[in-house]
């Protein structure tokens, strides 16, 4: 008897700490279904999807997808808010001027919302001088089922099950500021989350690049502020008192 009752206990503290999503009663009775997964994806394959995009500032294409990176090119998958709207702008076309630094260092650059395909298009062909953001190039995805922000863990809002057992949500459901450089096998090699108001620097993105191409081409790791150009380090303690001894 006592062996049953420590096996259920073992299982359900095991269903807890595994599954993706638990729900929790709130004192109305609702269940509320809270994201449990991992956070952090470094490290790990980055989730794959497929969903309608604009690319070229101009074509809908209906099955855009990571797959076709692999073994070809890095990516830099940021994630804004919401189109039509104010610091996400100015991140976009960020990005845009310094499209040739990313394409030559064999990066592609892929931007996603919870918008929808209609919505993109529309925003890239209003002028920058009106807030929009004609002349963007690179993909744009359309999350419109939340699906790729859930996945990628940047997903603002919360959702849960009514006394009606109607899914409701408990704020509006947009993506974080986040931004996975994810290496030609697949891999996500460093995130970064800012919080709705908080820009990103479109540099420090460009610097993790170089700093990855130069680990993966050399074998040696790369210091606190390490940019092109600099001495790196060998990761052993030789190589690190080395380098301290020399900056």
């Known amino acids: 008897m006592v062996k049953s009752i420590i096996h259920h206990f073992l299982n359900a503290l095991y269903s807890v700490f595994t599954h993706q999503n638990e729900y929790i009663c709130n004192s109305n009775n609702h269940k509320h279904y809270k994201n449990t997964k991992m956070a952090v994806l470094v490290g790990r394959k980055a989730p794959q999807f497929s969903a309608k995009a604009v690319v070229n500032g101009t074509t809908v294409e209906a099955d855009f997808s990571l797959e076709q990176f692999i073994g070809k090119k890095n990516v830099v998958l940021f994630f804004y808010p919401k189109d ?21 260092r ?3 650059i892929v931007g996603v919302s919870t918008d929808t395909e209609m919505s993109h298009w529309g925003w890239l062909q209003m002028e920058k001088a009106q807030g929009g953001i004609k002349g963007i190039t690179y993909p744009l995805v359309a999350d419109t089922n939340k699906t790729i922000s859930k996945n990628f863990d940047v997903l603002t809002g919360d959702y849960f099950i009514n006394e009606d057992d109607e899914l409701e949500a408990d704020a509006e ?12 096998n697949g891999v996500v090699q460093h995130q970064l989350v800012n919080n709705l108001p908080l820009g990103r620097n479109v540099d ?15 074998g040696e790791v790369c210091p ?24």
């Open 84 to 104: 039509f709207t104010f610091v996400c702008p100015t991140e976009l076309h960020a990005f845009q001027e310094k499209l040739t630094d990313f394409e030559s």
């Open 204 to 218: 420090e993105a460009i610097r993790m690049i170089d700093a990855l191409t130069f680990v993966e081409e050399n």
């Open 224 to 247: 606190a502020n390490w940019v092109k150009g600099k001495s790196a380090m060998k990761p052993s303690h030789e190589g690190t008192a080395d380098y301290l001894a020399k900056n």
């Open 106 to 108: 064999n990066t592609a």
């Open 173 to 184: 459901l947009v993506a974080y500021r986040g931004l996975f450089l994810i290496d030609k």
